[in-house]
């Protein structure tokens, strides 16, 4: 690399678009060049447009930079990370694609397309060959990869090592925080003093995204894994953090030691990804952990922190929904695109 990759945010203003400033304003290979966002702020100096939320200073370079429309033409960048809404995202990712930008997309709206690689880089690395599917049979100069739903992202790495043992079902009760609905997402009388057991198209991710991420690719396509998934979602008075109750069947039947020592020898082999934590699972002994006030943090809220191992098999994973589950993916799936000499 002789120079930082241009990089732009599509969404810049939003709660993860904040993220994506945060991951990326000091970042080693990208350099922030473009923050786009809707046409009500277009024009305005970021530090003006942005209602600035997050608890670390807001960088003065970008402060003072120019919000730009959401259009290719304006967009100065090598590589965009889409923050948009998934209704919005549709076109306007593949407008990117086609103008020859490369999209790293935490919107949904491409996540299950056959072509489009739905990416956890310490699980199915592989899968961004199918980039050169994706170009060839649309004729776009760009490409687009996607990172899972925020709450699949924190499951789905946990269940990686146990496949190993037959993994053939999973059972996922969810608590989530209030910021994976966004700023406006859900109302302080609707959540606080209670829980809402229902998350609209949550459920149905949980289901179906897993199979995409474990399953294999072919070299033409992704073959989806042999796994059932049921998933039950709710939204829990908690700021930022989802935590997950899974139950796991297999068919090798290990115990909660066996269980317990693949979580700690889970290598996924990236190395050297700036974003990459030291290490994806954090395995907590205690026996009222992981718990997101606590935890939420580890691995500069890259990692996935798993306690509870019991009988059954049943566990607990919690992680930072808007870093792990949003932002820092898309930007490690960046990372993992360089390296591999894609961008």
């Known amino acids: 690399m002789t120079g930082p990759i241009k990089a732009g945010i599509l969404g810049a203003t939003g709660a993860v678009g904040q993220r994506f400033v945060q991951a990326l304003a000091n970042h080693p290979w990208f350099e922030i060049t473009s923050l786009a966002a809707s046409e009500r702020s277009a ?38 990370f889409s923050a948009l809404p998934s209704t919005y995202a549709k076109k306007v990712e593949a407008d990117f694609a086609i103008g020859g930008f490369g999209v790293a997309s935490n919107a949904s709206a491409y996540r299950m397309e056959k072509d489009v690689p739905l990416v956890i880089p310490e699980v199915n690395a592989d899968h961004l060959d199918l980039i050169e ?76 995204e897993p199979l995409k991420l474990l399953g294999t690719f072919d070299g033409t396509q992704i073959i989806d894994a042999d796994i059932k998934f049921s998933a039950s979602c709710h939204r829990v008075s908690v700021m930022d953090g989802h935590t997950e109750a899974i139950w796991a069947t297999m068919d090798d039947d290990p115990s909660p030691a066996d269980v317990r020592q693949a979580f ?80």
């Open 264 to 343: 700690l020898d889970f290598d996924p082999g990236l190395r050297d990804l700036p974003t990459e934590p030291e290490r994806t699972l954090i395995v907590r002994d205690e026996p009222d952990r992981p718990q997101p006030h606590l935890d939420r943090n580890m691995g500069n809220g890259m990692s996935i922190s798993i306690g509870r191992i019991r009988e059954g098999i049943r566990y607990v994973a919690m992680g930072h929904n808007t870093i792990r589950g949003a932002a820092g993916a898309s930007v490690l799936n960046a990372e993992l695109l360089h390296k591999k000499g894609k961008l």
């Open 43 to 80: 024009g305005k100096k970021y530090k003006d447009a942005a209602n600035w939320r997050l608890d670390v200073e807001l960088p003065e370079d970008v402060a003072e930079q120019e919000v730009v429309p959401v259009d290719p033409s304006k967009v100065d960048a090598d590589i965009v």
């Open 133 to 208: 599917v994706q170009q060839d049979e649309r004729g776009w100069d760009g490409f687009i990869i996607t990172n899972p739903n925020c709450s699949t992202i924190m499951m789905v790495p946990t269940l990686k090592p146990l496949m190993q043992f037959g993994l053939s079902s999973v059972n996922v009760a969810t608590m989530q925080a209030i910021s994976g609905a966004g700023y406006d997402g859900i109302s302080s009388m609707a959540i606080m003093d209670n829980v809402v057991p229902y998350i609209a198209g949550e459920e149905e991710k949980m289901e179906t």
